[in-house]
């Protein structure tokens, strides 16, 4: 290293061959040369900032020390001498050399190397900064090593591609009516069907200080992966899919399947009956004839037309309306059935009926029928709920005739009917058959034998008739105290065109002009309109 500027040689000419010492360096100048080379670092490195203001502080101190030291006494040689600094989180360890004083020794890179090395600073030594460093004076604080950070890993990431939706299997939506312009709240599945992508955590590196502590990383988290019934992680274990085909829904925060069949396109050319234990699913129109039986739910995301579909344990939903033939579509749901339009349509169903449409259609149903949405009308079909009937409009400008039948089991009213039109057929029989028997009779002696058989062939039929009318008899007395009893059916409509036949029990009324606003129904002996 070459002399430091101060450390002068002063001679008056060639030739003077005594060397006079200098006084020792004021600290005030040292103070001045410190603040000046600490202002520079710090407009290179401002995050060191404070590092470095701690380190000035020190120095300061520390020059104020030597100085004194050097003035004391008879002026002694004083070696150069490097000071060292660690920051805070032992991150960076900074230098500064103190010039040699009174003639003392100058400093070594070797030295200043083995200096640093004991005072513990081992991990990364900034060894080129540190040789250019060192030949440009005294007084300049620059750093000497950095050390390295824990470089963080990546937490593990899953990236859901299909919605979370909680449905199962097909739901009454508002209890009593169905948005048919959303599609039905399901999500059909493939097996093998990706559910979530999944990006496995990413371990980080750890790091080191410049004493040589390991500064260890935060370790990457995995993700949560929801993955329930019917799923599995497969592709190396960055992708959860589909174990069966089936419904995908959301439960307990996991994605499940609802395994069950599930058709893509149409189904129009199968030959027999489609049998399927459990619930069906059916991206197309359903038409040709097909025959369908279910255990469980039957979603038609397009249109039935001839065809005959069972479910013999849910719900049935045509998302795109029923548009079928006269005798060849018929619709049966141990539930409930759904569909905006029932066209031309016998539909069975054992809790309620929901439509915004019905028109030339047989409908049973063992609770209540729902029109109120969108036309929310009925025409020229055949109705029997056992609870109510609920519809905006009942017929059209166009005139026909309807008939509902409410507040009693679906086979009391039917049953009413036929067995007061059988016991009056079997007392006209029987009226008949007195008629023939009597004629007879008066014959007396004068009968032919051909006469005698014929009136015991006769008065044979006469008492299995009267056994049939007396059967029949009890049995409409039956029926007539279930139709006694009080029922809470009812009709609610909002406008009424002619005709519509209505019965609750044996009470019957025949609408033959429009009416408006009717809550039909049976209070006391009699039926009431409004």
Not at 49 to 68: G, M, N, W
Not at 157 to 163: A, G, H, I, R, W
């Amino acid at each position: 290293m070459g002399v430091s500027i101060f450390d002068r040689l002063v001679s008056k000419e060639t030739g003077e061959k005594e060397r006079k010492p200098i006084h020792p360096t004021p600290y005030r100048r040292m103070f001045s040369e410190l603040d000046m080379t600490g202002g520079e670092l710090k407009e290179g490195y401002p995050e060191e900032s404070k590092t470095v203001d701690a380190f000035i502080r020190v120095l300061k101190e520390a020059s104020r020390a030597r100085y004194k030291e050097a003035i004391n006494g008879e002026l002694r040689p004083m070696k150069a001498e490097a000071r060292f600094f660690l920051s805070e989180d032992r991150m960076s360890a900074y230098a500064c050399l103190f010039p040699p004083e009174n003639g003392g020794e100058k400093l070594t890179l070797e030295e200043f190397l083995g200096d640093m090395r004991y005072e513990g600073i081992q991990y990364g030594i900034l060894q080129e900064k540190i040789e250019r460093e060192f030949g440009l004076g005294y007084f300049r604080i620059f750093p000497v090593a950095r050390g390295k950070a824990p470089l963080a890993g990546e937490d593990g990431k899953v990236t859901e591609l299909l919605q979370r939706r909680k449905n199962m299997c097909l739901e009454i939506q508002n209890g009593s009516q169905v948005d048919f312009e959303e599609d039905a709240q399901l999500q059909p599945i493939r097996k093998g069907t990706v559910i979530c992508l999944i990006r496995p955590p990413k371990p980080g590196m750890d790091g080191m200080d410049v004493t040589g502590n390991p500064l260890p990383c935060p370790e990457a988290i995995a993700a949560y992966v929801p993955q329930g019934k019917n799923t599995v992680i497969g592709r190396g274990g960055q992708a959860l899919t589909a174990d069966a085909d089936g419904i995908l829904y959301i439960e307990d925060d996991r994605f499940c399947i609802h395994e069950q069949k599930i058709i893509d396109g149409d189904l129009n050319h199968f030959q027999g009956t489609l049998q399927i234990s459990g619930s069906l699913y059916i991206g197309g129109n359903v038409d040709g004839g097909v025959v369908i039986e279910a255990t469980g739910e039957v979603v038609i995301n397009g249109k039935m037309g001839q065809a005959r579909i069972t479910s013999t344990g849910g719900t049935i939903r045509v998302q795109k309306g029923v548009y079928g033939t006269e005798g060849k579509t018929f619709l049966t749901a141990a539930y409930q059935a759904q569909a905006p339009v029932m066209e031309h349509a016998e539909i069975d169903a054992g809790t309620s009926v929901i439509a915004e449409t019905i028109s030339d259609s047989v409908i049973r149903c063992g609770g209540t029928v729902y029109v109120m949405n969108g036309r929310g009308m009925i025409v020229n079909s055949l109705i029997q709920a056992e609870d109510s009937i609920l519809c905006l409009r009942a017929g059209n400008l166009a005139g026909g005739r309807s008939r509902f039948s409410v507040g009693y089991p679906l086979d009391i009213p039917e049953s009413w009917d036929r067995m007061k039109a059988e016991l009056t057929a079997t007392q006209s029989t029987l009226d008949m058959l007195w008629k023939s028997i009597t004629r007879l009779r008066k014959k007396g002696l004068h009968m032919s034998d051909s006469e005698k058989s014929l009136l015991e062939q006769l008065v044979e039929q006469r008492d299995l008739y009267v056994e049939k009318r007396e059967t029949l008899a009890a049995e409409l007395r039956v029926v007539n105290k279930v139709l006694e009893k009080k029922s809470k059916g009812r009709v609610r409509c909002e406008k009424i065109y002619p005709f519509l036949d209505v019965q609750i029990g044996k009470f019957t009324i025949e609408i033959m002009e429009v009416e408006e606003n009717c809550n039909i129904r049976v209070e006391g002996n009699r039926m009431l309109l409004k």
